[in-house]
């Protein structure tokens, strides 16, 4: 038996197993629905639940309180169908959704960024075109069945000149994968990733202003994005903020002051929560969604892409709509879980 999921205003429409979760049969059937962690952790895949039955599997009540559930909002990464559904989603791609595929890599390089920094390079097969959206992720297949994600930092033209992709990570001491990425892993070792992944990623067709709020790593996802809009000619004002606990985590200043120099829309306030005195630190401090509101303290004309860890997540989330008057459908966002977030 199978259960059909419509999704309004499109339209659109898909089939769900009765014990697939609606989010997989949605990507399984090229449907872009909105999501990011896929482990009921962040909440990105909310939406509404317009009608029809929807069951629950684990998941984190800051994703999905039981408030909302009772209020008929539903998490679609871990949402399974009991009937015929409808459910309200204003993010779903009409077109341009790319074929999410398994594949081989090769290290190529790794290039430590920060203390707690690493640039990871991957050889991808010339073989093979891997296709994706500046913005989107891939998840690390681990020999114990096990994902790790993080987002490309590389915008897609340049896979031109040569397949390779570009990943940004922090140590997690303990972490599984970012302990062997820190300490044993070298060059040419071979990797496995699936993807891409997300719903992140840049809306062309708008004209509005944008902020680029990024905290830590979530400067990944917004440097493919910058790149993109570089090599498209977009000349939309843009002002990126990137945050950071202290300015040597800011670790690439030098590509952003390039960018500066060659793109006279692209604005840049870096913004530090923790300097230190040695850190002869004379620039904004504070909260970076802070440094936002206090720039832009009317937001209701322009579109937030953010990155980072999620309590940065949900307070710009919350603090811009609630503050500055963004419209929920002008944030655009993806929530840096760790395998820590998921439990």
């Known amino acids: 038996m199978t259960f059909t999921i419509t999704i309004e205003p499109s339209g659109r429409s898909f089939s769900a197993g009765p014990d697939e979760a609606i989010l997989a049969a949605g990507i399984r059937q090229g449907i872009g629905l909105p999501y990011g962690c896929k482990d009921g952790a962040c909440g990105s895949c909310k939406c509404k ?3 029809g039955s929807v069951t629950h599997g684990p998941h984190q009540s800051k994703a ?44 190529s390089a790794l290039e430590r960024a920060s203390p707690d920094v690493m640039v990871l390079r991957l050889q991808l097969p010339a073989s093979d075109t891997f296709q994706y959206h500046a913005g989107q992720y891939v998840e690390f297949l681990l020999r114990d069945g096990e994902r790790r994600s993080y987002s490309m930092a ?18 997690m001491p303990g972490g ?9 892993m070298k060059e040419k ?18 004209p509005k202003p944008m902020v680029l709020l990024a905290s830590g790593t979530g400067f990944a996802p917004i440097k493919a994005l910058i790149e993109h809009m570089q090599f498209k000619g977009i000349t939309r004002s843009a002002t990126l903020y990137w945050g950071a606990r202290r300015p040597a985590d800011l670790y690439q200043q030098a590509w952003v002051e390039a960018r500066l120099a060659e793109m006279p829309n692209l604005r840049y306030v870096p913004v530090v929560s923790d300097a230190l005195p040695e850190d002869s ?41 609630a503050l500055a008057g963004l419209p929920a459908e002008e944030f655009f966002a993806d929530s840096f879980t760790s395998a820590a977030d998921k439990i």
């Not at 204003?90 to 290290?107: C, D, F, H, N, T």
């Not at 992140?200 to 708008?206: A, H, K, Q, T």
């Not at 909260?287 to 953010?306: G, I, M, N, T």
């Open 154 to 171: 590389n915008a897609p033209h340049t896979q031109t000149a040569a397949p390779q992709m570009e990943l940004h990570l922090r140590h």
């Open 281 to 321: 630190w004379g620039g904004r401090t504070g909260f970076v969604h802070r440094a936002v509101l206090e720039d832009f303290p009317d937001l209701s004309e322009h579109q937030v892409y953010a990155c980072g860890a999620p309590i940065v997540i949900e307070s710009a989330r919350s603090d811009f709509s």
């Open 189 to 206: 070792d071979i990797l496995r990733i699936e993807g891409p992944y997300g719903s992140f990623y840049l809306r062309e067709d708008s």
């Open 64 to 107: 999905l309180s039981a408030e909302e559930e009772d209020a008929g909002f539903v998490l679609t990464c871990c949402g399974v169908a009991q009937s015929d559904v409808v459910l309200e989603s204003r993010q779903v791609a009409e077109a341009g959704a790319y074929a999410i595929k398994k594949m081989p890599v090769r290290v």
């Open 176 to 184: 599984k994968f970012t302990d062997h990425v820190f300490s044993t």
């Open 49 to 51: 639940k317009l009608s």
